[in-house]
C-alpha cells in the first residue's frame, strides 16, 4: 500500500497566512494552536500522514514530538531548523516506489533540496488556500448532514397528546 505523507513547515505557513500572522504577534502559542486546529480538520478529509515542523532554533531544548488530533508535531533541537529537519524525514520517509511525499513550504532553498529527495512542494501560500477550501467543505457537509437528519419526533394530534399524557400520569 501507498504510503502519503504531507510535511508542513509550520512557522512558514503561519508567516504566509495574514490571519495566523496577526495572531502570532500577539500569541506565537496561540497561533500554533489555531494552526494544528485547521490542520486537524484538514486532515480528517485527506488520506495522508500529516507532519508539523517547527523551529525551536533558540530555545534550549532536544527535539520532541507530540501528537495533536492525529497530527505529528515536531519541535526541532537547539540549533537546528525546521528545514533541517523536514529534510531529514524526507530522505528517511522517502521510497520510490511506495511514498509521496509533500512538503508546504515557501523557502527556496528548502524546496530545491526536497526535489532532490524525491518530494513535491506546495507552496504555503497555496496550501492556506486549500485550507481555506477544505473549511467551506466541512462546512457544506456539516450543512448537508443537519438537513438530512432523521426525524426525532412524530408529529401527533392533540388528542392523541392529550391521551398519551393522561396514560402517562395514569388517569386513564
Request: glycine letters at 4%; hydrophobic letters at 40%; charged letters at 30%.
Amino acid at each position: 500500500m501507498k504510503q502519503h505523507y504531507t510535511i508542513i513547515d509550520g512557522y512558514n505557513v503561519i508567516g504566509q497566512s495574514n490571519y495566523l500572522k496577526a495572531m502570532a504577534i500577539e500569541s506565537l502559542a496561540e497561533a500554533r494552536t489555531e494552526l494544528l486546529l485547521e490542520l486537524a480538520n484538514y486532515n480528517a478529509r485527506i488520506e495522508d500522514d500529516v507532519i508539523v515542523v517547527f523551529d525551536a532554533y533558540d530555545v534550549k531544548s532536544h527535539e520532541r514530538e507530540e501528537v495533536f488530533h492525529g497530527i505529528r508535531v515536531i519541535y526541532s533541537k537547539q540549533n537546528e531548523t525546521a528545514d533541517a529537519v523536514i529534510e531529514r524525514l524526507t530522505f528517511e520517509l522517502y521510497n520510490k516506489h511506495i511514498t509521496t511525499i509533500k512538503v508546504v513550504t515557501s523557502d527556496m532553498s528548502e524546496q530545491h533540496a526536497i526535489f532532490g529527495s524525491g518530494a513535491l512542494r506546495i507552496p504555503s501560500r497555496e496550501f492556506i488556500s486549500n485550507l481555506e477550501e477544505e473549511k467551506v467543505m466541512i462546512e457544506k457537509d456539516i450543512k448537508n448532514m443537519d438537513e438530512v437528519k432523521p426525524r426525532t419526533r412524530i408529529t401527533i394530534d392533540e388528542a392523541t397528546l392529550q391521551k398519551l399524557e393522561r396514560i402517562r400520569r395514569g388517569k386513564l
